[in-house]
């Protein structure tokens, strides 16, 4: 089989006052080859433009598989 790439998204659990148990802030069109470091900046980035705190990362890959 031929695996091709299609999307990657990353959902971001922030905590907070209200949502202690985390609400899920997801983005789409992640590139492939997406960095944990990246991830790590992104949820600090969204930190400083909300009083929540980053939680964790879910990261969700898609690929398209043909046969050969």
């Known amino acids: 089989m031929i695996r091709t ?3 990657a998204k990353v959902q971001l659990m922030m905590v907070g ?3 202690e148990k985390g609400i899920a802030r997801t983005l789409s069109h ?3 080859d997406a ?7 992104l ?9 929540d705190k ?4 879910i990261v969700t ?4 598989l043909d046969p050969k």
Not at 61 to 64: A, D, E, F, L
Request: proline content about 6%.
């Open 5 to 7: 790439f299609t999307n």
């Open 17 to 19: 006052a209200g949502h």
């Open 30 to 32: 992640l590139p492939e």
């Open 35 to 41: 960095k944990d470091e990246q991830i790590q900046s």
């Open 43 to 51: 949820g600090a980035l969204l930190e400083t433009i909300t009083p």
């Open 54 to 57: 980053f939680d964790n990362a």
């Open 61 to 64: 890959v898609s690929h398209q």
